[in-house]
């Protein structure tokens, strides 16, 4: 812009001499560092040039001046401001490093009609106040404040306005981001457009509020427009018109690289990771490469420098890697994008052909019920998360896509097989051949024979005591046998034998079950033959009654240890028996004159030892 480095002039001899555009008559340097300047008669001294002012109060003011010019010290505030307003003569005003406050004292200028102000770079500064200045004809600024110049509509006798900001402090970016700048309005209300001003454009999208940056490096952005013959509405005195803006901007980015990847032999099909024949491509990045070095378990491959390596024989089973280096991205003296070195290996070790590719492993008991693990070689594209699909006779099983799978009890006797997958962030994935399938089948339990304890008699209780199993059994079940045959409803862990168990041989069997497992039966080894119970006497057998002919004896049962004792009689004359008397009552007769009656008590019971108890009467 520049109107900012020349003086505005004025009206008459005193605004050529002021613009410098006529030597003053005469002058000299005042005391306070001020140069003056006097009128055609050398007589009256009608301005004054001065520097390092950090007053106003210093000036060497009369009442003849009419135009100041006045340059501060770097960083130093100017005072004395209130002297503008006790000079009412002043027709023009030049001031660098002028302070906020200088706008209102300005206003109290009834004729002054040129202003030029440099205010403080990065100072705000609040222009709008000098919209009240209405007899100015010519403005002059340079300012770090907003860029809406509408504040300037209400100078009707304005003649030339030159306004213009500071560059704006340095804006960093990342590429693809945007940034929102103040638009430069006129006085009339326009958006003036910004356009980028340096050789190697790095932005996109600009408009009058903003810009996206779309390449790193370094740029400039300007929105400028000059204009003598400006026609504008409500101001047809204002024909020069000038506007400015700038931005500096600096777009920061990254190299991204993608990673190695693989371009099949067309004539081994099938297959997505790289075997002895394919070849390996370098990553794709945002930046070119300087150096590549393709190594074999971290050894150079000589001659391998291109972006693209072609496995041998000598690759099989080998760590392929990619060591590089990018280009630096350098603009104004700075470093926008960085190079990066680096070694990337391939995903995989190289496989001798197709069908050496490393496949997943199944593992477990391939019992159904049971959980299945796929495990892959860890070497395999670390980077990828894995995806698992386990199949039934080579058919998907829906929903199945976990590391583990525990196969139901109706697949079993099937072949359950599991295929992997690897998916990189990019989308980029890689299937591998389909594991070995395994047959799942029930599992079995392994266990020894039960044993039973107790005494092999009628009447007695035998215990079942069942073994271990491996693995443990969720339910017993018992049965006891009889001859090996079923005995119906002893199914508990104990059983009392029974009379039907005489002379038998008495075992059990206990089923151990347990879910996906197939039922173990086991039968303990049988007793010996079982003996029958003990028949006690408890109290004996009686004869009552009178022994004479025609009177009738009575023999009593007596008693057992058992009820429901089976009691049968026979009576005796002097020891032998008698034949037909096998009653409990017997009637005596002239025979048994002189005679020993007796009776013998037999008490029986099935499974139970016979007791006979002999009693007599003389």
């Not at 594209?381 to 109706?410: H, N």
């Not at 240890?561 to 089976?566: A, D, F, H, L, Y």
């Amino acid at each position: 812009m520049g109107l900012l480095h020349r003086f505005a002039s004025v009206v008459g001899a005193t605004a050529l001499v002021f613009a410098g555009l006529v030597p003053p008559a005469q002058g000299f340097i005042s005391p306070a560092d001020c140069f003056e300047h006097t009128d055609e008669t050398a007589s009256v001294v009608v301005g004054l040039s001065c520097k390092n002012v950090t007053s106003l109060q210093e000036l060497p003011m009369t009442g003849d001046i009419r135009w100041i010019g006045i340059d501060t010290q770097k960083d130093q505030v100017l005072g004395g401001l209130e002297v503008l307003a006790a000079n009412p003569q002043l027709q023009s005003v030049r001031i660098s490093n002028a302070p906020q406050e200088i706008i209102p004292e300005l206003a109290q200028l009834p004729v002054l009609e040129s202003l030029s102000l440099t205010f403080p770079k990065g100072q705000q500064v609040q222009l709008a106040g000098l919209g009240q200045l209405s007899g100015l004809k010519e403005l002059e600024v340079l300012a770090t404040s907003s860029t809406d110049y509408r504040w300037a509509k209400d100078l009707s006798n304005l003649e030339k306005l030159d306004v213009a900001s500071y560059t704006k402090p340095l804006i960093e970016l990342k590429i693809g981001a945007s940034a929102e700048i103040e638009p430069v309005i006129t006085v009339d209300g326009r958006v003036l457009r910004p356009w980028e001003y340096t050789g190697e454009r790095i932005l996109g999208q600009i408009s009058p509020t903003g810009f996206t940056a779309n390449k790193a490096g370094y740029a400039g952005l300007r929105t400028e427009l000059t204009d003598f013959e400006a026609v504008i509405p409500g101001q047809e005195n204002l024909k020069s018109v000038s506007y400015a803006a700038s931005w500096h901007i600096g777009v920061r980015d990254t190299v991204q690289l993608g990673r190695i990847s693989l371009n099949r032999n067309p004539s081994l099909a099938g297959h997505d990771a790289a075997v002895v024949g394919d070849s390996l491509l370098a990553p794709t990045t945002n930046y070119p490469y300087t150096a590549l070095q393709w190594t074999r378990n971290g050894e150079p491959i000589t001659g391998a420098v291109g972006e693209s390596y072609q496995l041998v024989r000598e690759d099989t089973n080998k760590v392929i890697a990619l060591s590089y280096e990018t280009k630096a991205v350098r603009q104004n003296g700075e470093v926008w994008v960085p190079s990066v070195q680096g070694t990337m290996n391939y995903g995989a070790p190289i496989a001798a052909t197709v069908a050496s590719i490393a496949k997943p492993t199944i593992s477990g008991s391939k019992i159904v019920g049971h959980k299945l693990t796929a495990s892959l070689d860890s070497a395999y594209f670390p980077d990828f998360a894995r995806r698992y699909q386990w199949l039934v006779d080579g058919f998907e099983i829906p929903r199945a896509t976990a590391k583990t799978y525990t196969p139901p009890q109706s697949y079993a006797n099937r072949k359950i097989s599991v295929r992997v997958t690897m998916h990189a962030a990019d989308g980029e994935s890689v299937w591998l051949p389909t594991s070995s399938a395994v047959k799942v089948v029930k599992g079995t339990i392994t266990v020894a024979k039960p044993k039973v304890s107790g005494t092999a008699k009628v009447g007695s209780k035998l215990t079942a005591t069942a073994a271990t199993s491996a693995p443990a059994a969720q339910s017993t079940k018992y049965q006891w046998l009889r001859g090996g045959k079923k005995i119906k409803d002893a199914t508990a862990k104990t059983y009392t034998l029974k009379p039907a168990d005489l002379n038998q041989r008495i075992s059990v069997s206990v089923a151990y079950a347990k879910t996906n497992y197939t039922t173990k039966t086991v039968t303990s080894t049988a007793t010996g033959k079982i003996a029958p119970a003990k028949l006690k006497v408890m109290k004996k057998p009686v004869i009552n009654g009178k022994k004479s002919t025609g009177k009738t004896l009575k023999a009593t049962a007596g008693s057992y240890n058992i009820k429901n004792v089976k009691i049968s009689y026979q009576w005796t004359r002097s020891g032998k028996i008698i034949p037909k008397a096998t009653k409990p009552n017997y009637k005596v007769v002239k025979a048994d004159a002189r005679k020993t009656l007796g009776v013998w008590v037999t008490a029986s019971k099935p499974g139970y030892t016979t007791v006979v108890t002999k009693v007599s009467k003389k």
